[in-house]
């Protein structure tokens, strides 16, 4: 279905042009899909509650059924439109932490389509800062069901270049609002389960859940398995949680340790890796870079260790650098798990499928 004319439409990230929004509107009204820009990572959006629209969007991801998405609301009580029998904690973080990078889990109202939820008996839902996402979702007067704007499997998309090179023909329509501010993907807390549990660590750091929610679970760790493929099954109990998810089409390492190990052996790694001829790209931070400039490696960098914000915005457009400038393997040095650390950790490790070193 590479048959469509994607147009990419420039608006204003702080004062979208309310034409250009109809317009875009409009487009979600008649079950067309419209990409555009939340304050994490681009979303590929259709009206949620048509399940013809929602069709599409696995249809243009190449994504399989059994992975549901998320509904984006651009207010706090819409959440009755698409969730039922709402706890009372769901309010609390909502009246807290929305608009913002925070997906809630619930159990699902009775208008949502079953294509959103996968079947599931809980809808995913969210309400996004970005003004673009707001305005869209006012004007289209329905929520929207979005997940990120990237082929399946791919990394998520935090500008409109990104999403053109893994989506173009397959959309009509990509808001360009410029990059995304926070760059990583929203964090999903699950309010179905005995205990709140972090299903994906993501914009919404888990000590800012913790000030709310004491009894927070952290997301579990699962054991890397480096060949791992993605099976409906599984994914039916326990959505987007597979390891190899957000990969580069490279293969990625992550060096973890202090940072001096980290740069010994990541040099170490780079020189044998050129002796054999092969061309290197690595994801370092601002502190590395004068062990790193002679080395011959491409270089991105992502910021200083101690600005996690800085480094989850550039991450992906990283990753996607260096995939694009035909090295042969990525480096990527490890981080800090506070605050959005968390959430930059598991997105390495996830673009690495868990290969790590020192082993
Ligand atoms: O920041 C974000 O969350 C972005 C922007 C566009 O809002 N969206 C996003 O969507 O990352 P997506 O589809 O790439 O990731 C959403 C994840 C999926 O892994 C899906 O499996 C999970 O949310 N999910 C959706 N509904 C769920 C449910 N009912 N129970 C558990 N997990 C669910
Ligand atoms: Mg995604």
């Not at 994504?63 to 998320?70: A, K, N, T, V, Y």
């Not at 480096?331 to 996830?350: N, T």
Request: charged share 20%.
């Amino acid at each position: 279905m590479n048959d469509m004319q994607t147009e990419v439409l420039p608006v204003d990230p702080i004062h979208p042009d309310p034409a250009i929004i109809a317009r875009a509107a409009e487009l979600l009204r008649s079950e067309q899909l419209v990409v555009f820009p939340t304050e994490t990572v681009y979303g590929l959006g259709a009206d949620a509650l048509q399940a013809h629209a929602v069709e599409k969007i696995f249809a243009a991801k190449g994504r399989p059924h059994s992975d549901p998405l998320i509904a984006h609301i651009a207010d706090e009580h819409d959440l009755e439109k698409v969730a039922s029998n709402i706890p009372t904690i769901a309010w609390k973080l909502a009246h807290t932490f929305w608009p913002g990078p925070l997906t809630l889990i619930l159990p699902a109202g009775p208008h949502i389509p079953h294509v959103v939820t996968a079947g599931l008996a809980t809808v995913a839902v969210r309400m996004p800062r970005h003004p673009v996402a707001l305005a869209l979702i006012r004007a289209t007067g329905s929520p929207i069901a979005a997940p990120s704007a990237n082929r399946f499997m791919h990394v998520s998309p935090t500008t409109a270049q990104h999403v053109l090179s893994d989506l173009s023909g397959r959309v009509p329509l990509i808001l360009d609002g410029g990059s995304c501010t926070v760059g990583v993907e929203s964090t999903i807390l699950d309010l179905c389960g005995d205990i709140p549990t972090i299903l994906r660590p993501g914009g919404t750091s888990l000590e800012a859940l913790r000030t709310q929610l004491p009894t927070v679970q952290a997301p579990t760790r699962r054991a890397p398995q480096h060949k791992e493929r993605h099976d409906e099954q599984q994914a039916l109990k326990a959505p987007g949680q597979m390891l190899i998810h957000y990969s580069p089409s490279v293969p990625a390492f992550l060096f973890e340790g202090t940072s001096e190990m980290i740069r010994a052996t990541m040099l170490a790694e780079v020189q044998r890796r050129q002796a054999q001829g092969e061309r290197v790209g690595i994801l370092i931070a601002d502190e590395d870079l004068a062990t790193f400039q002679e080395s011959g490696a491409l270089i991105y960098t992502l910021g200083r260790t101690n600005e996690p914000e800085q480094i989850a915005a550039r991450l992906f457009a990283g990753l996607r650098v260096l995939e694009e400038s035909g090295v042969q393997v990525i480096l990527c040095r490890s981080f800090s798990e506070q605050g959005l650390g968390l959430a930059i950790r598991d997105r390495l490790l996830k673009a690495t499928g868990g290969k790590v070193f020192p082993a």
